[in-house]
């Protein structure tokens, strides 16, 4: 899904990417193919002796990480849903977001579930940092809990049944506007790969 993402907005080259909840490691990989310095962390080592895993932290944790202290610093990252450390915790992905907006230079992207825009949290979250865009993924990944991946086996990203999609801030950029000067986030759609040809393809200018 990464992929895809990179498919439709344009990212700076001279920044540095983090995933702080890196799990597999997927995001850094695919950034780190298409020429970005790409890293990842996370609060647990699933991905332990990873050439570009930077170590275990945690992203609302206390002490900041190295890498979010350094300079231009993009973060692109799949954040935590609802749970963590098998419990339930209200409002995590907003925490993460929240704390990924604080920390970086430049973009922030979340790989979100759809239905995740519609509460009056995201409202209060929205009016106070409203993205750039919110752009929506036509196909139907599946996604599971990083913890239960390896008891999934092969079978752990077959049959998708959540729409996702990717809401991408910008720290440099001020928000679109309505008639109104109320700042909203406009919505894309991103094709299945078999109907998006390169020369068709959206691109967001950075």
Known sequence: MTHRLLDM??????VTYLDPCC???HIPETLTERGFNAYGTDLFARAAGHRLF????????DQRHLLEAGGGLSIIFNPPFSFQNG???RGLAEKCIRRALSIATHKVCALLPLKWLASEGRYCLFTDETP???????ER????PGN??????????DHGKIDYMWVVWDKRRAPMTDFEGRPFAPTFWIPPRDKAP?????????
Do not use: F, T
């Open 148 to 157: 239960i991946i390896e008891q999934l086996g092969d079978n752990a990203y």
């Open 23 to 25: 799990g597999q490691m």
């Open 141 to 144: 990944p599946s996604m599971p």
């Open 9 to 14: 907005i344009a990212l700076e080259s001279d």
């Open 54 to 61: 930077m170590g275990e932290h945690d992203l609302l944790g």
């Open 198 to 206: 390169a020369e068709k393809q959206l691109r967001l200018a950075a």
């Open 132 to 138: 750039i865009g919110v752009w929506i993924l036509c």
């Open 87 to 89: 419990r339930l915790v």
